[in-house]
């Protein structure tokens, strides 16, 4: 962006790259069972990322619905930008997630869990564990 009202002039990013694709299935294990498997690839200006999600969900009850939920993804920090240090960053995040219907048009989701990361810029490595709750609610109107 230029400048313009005393700001400086604002450089561009790039382009930006954002892919994704999704399979869906049901009914696979059992019946009313669903599964959804996602990956992804973005390239960014100062970074590609590359990511895995798998989410199932088994009905346990008519309108209760409980299962497993792994997200894994590796980014390349300096991928797109030479001038950036080199680094990486892994993310690991297993869930529970359970999804209860009371009414057609009210729906409860609960997902809980944790995160592992693991960054490694230049020659500094970080590692984190975080919890999560993640508690919703839909309603159709």
Do not use: C, K
């Not at 994704?20 to 970074?47: F, I, K, P, Q, R």
């Not at 592992?116 to 609610?137: E, H, K, N, P």
Request: net charge negative.
């Amino acid at each position: 962006m230029p400048a313009s009202g005393g700001v400086d002039v604002f450089p561009s990013s790039g382009t930006q790259l954002y892919v994704s694709g999704h399979l869906v299935g049901t009914g696979l294990l059992m019946d009313g069972d669903l599964e959804n498997l996602a990956v992804g690839y973005s390239s960014m200006y100062n970074s590609s990322q590359y990511t895995l999600d798998l989410d199932t969900r088994y009905p346990v009850l008519t309108d209760l619905r409980v299962g497993p939920r792994i997200f894994v993804s590796y980014r390349d920090i300096s991928a797109n930008n030479p001038t950036l240090l080199p680094g990486s960053e892994i993310t690991a995040r297993p869930t529970i997630r359970a999804t209860y219907r009371l009414t057609p048009d009210l729906l409860f989701e609960f997902e809980g869990g944790g995160q592992w990361q693991r960054q490694i810029l230049a020659s500094q490595t970080i590692q984190t564990w975080d919890y999560l709750i993640d508690f919703g609610v839909q309603l159709d109107l």
